[in-house]
């Protein structure tokens, strides 16, 4: 049987309750994990240029050659950084952390611009005044050891990461998650009302039976209910007896 619009918003409307039921629901166990169950995290970050000027004459130049090269050096840098020889420094200099340099690692991503020499590098950690230490720290040890690992000092820090007196958590995003989970709920809804109006295959109209059978409708019988009955039946009357009419009584020997 194929369904016009009409019949589709029609399939909608009459388990709009269940729809809007479900959505409300999920929703709600949606923000109340995001607020209350999942423990907030933070991150902190800092900038590193990779330089390619020279000095000529006392003024900095720039040669477009040694551009190009600093770019394709900032993806080796990126590796470089999330090494032990970097991690192992930093997790000494910050003993009180008590973490290990595989577990900054895991802490630490380090991203780039296409065609630029910035490096970015972000610590993410369930305590914000840690997450600054470290990628302060990353940034110093690296500034620090790039020249005796690449034998070329061409490393500038561009700024350090501040703690911040209320910090926002990066995750989870509580917003976010609220308005995925409306969307999904409402597709989830409207489908399982298509998919329970599949399911019923009981004929609620006589357009309905047209539809199936190919056949045009005759007759309508309405449904009479039994209050209907009994309110329209005439009050029966008392027998009333007539005027010579005998009375029999039989008696069983």
Known sequence: MELDLKEYFHIVRKRIWLIATLVVLTCLVTGLVSYY????????????????????????????????????????????IRTPAIMDKVAAELPELDLTADQIISMVKVSTVNETQVLTITVTDYNHETAVKLVNAISNVFKTDIPKIMQVDNVTLLNQAKQEEVPFPVSP???MNIILALILSLIAGIGLAFLMEYLD????????????????ILSVITRIKSNDLKHDAPPSKPEQKVAGDSVYAGVNN
């Open 37 to 80: 169950f999942i423990k907030p995290q933070y991150s902190a970050s800092t900038k590193l240029v990779v330089n390619s000027s020279y000095q000529a004459g006392g003024i900095a130049r720039i040669d477009y050659g040694e551009v190009s090269a600093s770019i394709m050096l900032v993806n080796t840098y990126k590796e470089i």
């Open 201 to 216: 295959d009981t004929i609620k109209s006589e357009k309905e039976i047209e539809q199936y059978l190919g056949l045009p």
């Open 173 to 175: 995003n509580a917003k």
